[in-house]
């Protein structure tokens, strides 16, 4: 079947690929096993792909167009999307240069200090620091706090905040060292403010900025936790900002989107301060698709249904231009 951007998405069979090898694998197939329920009541017809278990070159012929849950390391970063571009897939969501730049935080914060976005000040901490190095080189470039997070990671896993060196030594110690598979970590800026969160999506073509959703919570952070359990967060959307305030965040989301060449749908966070600063903490090109998460919230909140949502993300795979980096 040759498939354009008029192709009806009722007439492809769509896999939602979910699950890998990444640490957010357990989020992955939360999402995979919503969007498969949402796609089935958009009346598609759809089925829950494992990539763990199927391969990419599998796919070949038994799907037509791939919605992507999958989150982290080889789903988010761009390697999946290289081998459904080999294979002549279409996918939702971004290509591999976005893709790439939204995991490695390193890049994409560069890319905001060159646009003169606002985004807490950061140092690598290098693999080869031993903790005393590490230690030493975060406090005399940043000073305390910080927030402490993997260069390419989400969900809040292997992150967390540092007060004092003590702090910073007992992290390093509890996660920095031995979590390999997380690869370079960061210690940014830490702000004090509530996380905010604003979602991208194509609607007909276009990208539009959805209401911005605030979220509170009495952890110490807003940590893996408190994102994938709704009691330990009390959620605000529209968020609790002024006018000028949404109509500021939703432009800089807008902007990061498309400066890093997302395509589709992204999620875009930020760190609000109580003095109105909104800093940019990154960018997720492949959104959590929980029918209760922070994408089908804000959908929710701009009046399109969850099964309305999953239509518009299927779309978003029939409408990249012939050639994406």
Request: glycine share 10%; with cysteine.
């Amino acid at each position: 079947m040759s498939i354009t951007a008029t192709t009806a998405l009722d007439e492809l069979r769509i896999g939602v690929l979910c699950g890998g090898r990444s640490p957010e694998r357990p989020g992955s197939l939360a999402s995979g096993e919503a969007a498969v329920k949402g796609c089935a009541d958009a009346g598609l017809t759809v089925e829950l792909i494992d990539i763990t278990d199927t391969p990419p070159q599998a796919l070949a012929g038994r799907i037509d167009l791939a919605l992507l849950a999958t989150h982290g390391l080889y789903g988010e970063d761009g390697k999946l999307q290289g081998a459904l571009d080999w294979l002549n897939i279409p996918y939702t969501g971004s290509g591999v240069l976005a893709s790439a730049i939204g995991m490695d935080k390193r890049r994409f914060k560069a890319m905001m200090f060159h646009a003169h976005i606002d985004t807490p000040s950061y140092i690598e901490v290098l693999p080869k620091w031993n903790r005393e190095m590490a230690t030493a080189s975060v406090q005399h470039s940043l000073g305390w706090p910080v927030f402490v997070k993997p260069a390419s990671g989400g969900g809040s896993l292997g992150a967390g905040p540092a007060w004092d060196n003590h702090d910073f030594d007992r992290l390093y110690d509890q996660v920095i060292s031995p979590a390999h598979e997380y690869g370079t970590f960061i210690a940014e800026e830490l702000i004090h403010g509530n996380p905010v969160t604003v979602g991208v999506l194509e609607v007909d073509g276009a990208p539009m900025t959805l209401p911005p959703l605030e979220c509170e919570t009495d952890r110490p952070f807003y940590d893996y936790e408190a994102k994938h359990d709704i009691a330990l967060r009390r959620e605000y959307c529209p968020a609790r900002l002024t006018e000028s305030q949404l109509s500021r965040i939703t432009a800089t989301a807008l902007q990061v989107h498309r400066l890093i060449g997302a395509h589709g749908v992204s999620r875009i966070d930020f760190m609000v301060a109580p003095n109105g600063r909104q800093a940019v903490l990154e960018v997720n090109t492949v959104p959590g698709l929980s029918a209760h998460g922070n994408l089908a919230t804000m959908a929710g909140a701009a009046g399109i249904s969850y099964p309305e949502l999953m239509r518009h993300l299927a779309r978003t795979a029939l409408t990249k231009p012939v050639y994406v980096p």
